[in-house]
């Protein structure tokens, strides 16, 4: 009888070990999975930063309407670069006309601000300065808004021939209005950097005159 009872113990631990064995084996790849998905969506939303900070140059274009030109081609790069990234079919002509379409779908914040900046341009001084000071700032809120959608239907595992722009018009607005802060953000802080290197090579002008 002794016997028996170690023989039922050993087998009880063995069972427990197994258990336990395969608890591990079942959640360490969702762990992995979880960590995996993470990494994506913060490389993603560095793409999307990358693409807001390209966007305020592309404001600056002194020509009116090529500048939204080259913002749009760079919005379907950005739209490249996040299918690559959620690997997905990528084809420029969709990428296009979706993001053509989100930016006239949110209205009087998208295509209708973007053109009248760009147009201000057409008038000499004060156009001109309006143009070039917030349409950077519109641009790269545009950069910010279609980014986030795309990762929002990417995450949930749409793909570019099944997105529809005008699916959720509030968080576009939303979307548009958070990145119109982070680009006026973003372009103080390259206003204050430029103001300090200036400052700096003025006063090694200076100490070397």
């Known amino acids: 009888m002794p016997t028996n009872s170690k023989s039922s113990d050993t087998a009880t631990e063995d069972t427990k070990t197994a258990a336990k064995a395969t608890a591990v084996t079942e959640t360490a790849p969702d762990a992995t999975e979880t960590q995996a998905e993470h990494d994506r969506q913060f490389r993603a939303e560095m793409i999307v930063k990358e693409h807001m900070i390209a966007s305020l140059g592309l404001g600056l274009i002194p020509f009116p309407l090529?500048?939204?030109?080259?913002?749009?081609?760079?919005?379907?790069?950005?739209?490249?670069?996040?299918?690559?990234?959620?690997?997905?079919?990528?084809?420029?002509?969709i990428a296009r006309t979706a993001i053509l379409t989100i930016m006239g779908t949110v209205g009087s914040i998208g295509a209708a601000v973007t053109v009248g900046f760009s147009l201000a341009k057409f008038v000499p001084g004060i156009g001109t300065a309006a143009g070039t000071v917030t349409l950077p700032i519109a641009n790269a809120a545009t950069a910010y808004m279609i980014g986030k959608m795309f990762i929002g239907h990417f995450e949930m595992g749409g793909t570019?021939?099944?997105?529809?722009?005008?699916?959720?018009?509030?968080?576009?607005?939303?979307?548009?209005?958070?990145?119109?802060?982070?680009?006026?953000?973003?372009?103080?802080?390259?206003?204050?950097?430029?103001?300090?290197?200036?400052?700096?090579?003025?006063?090694?002008?200076?100490?070397?005159?």
């Open 160 to 209: 570019l021939f099944d997105f529809d722009p005008r699916s959720n018009v509030p968080q576009a607005r939303t979307a548009y209005a958070k990145g119109r802060a982070m680009a006026s953000d973003l372009l103080a802080s390259r206003k204050k950097a430029s103001d300090n290197t200036a400052a700096a090579s003025a006063e090694a002008a200076a100490a070397t005159a």
């Open 66 to 93: 090529v500048d939204i030109a080259t913002g749009v081609a760079s919005n379907v790069t950005l739209v490249s670069r996040l299918c690559a990234l959620y690997d997905q079919p990528f084809k420029a002509s």
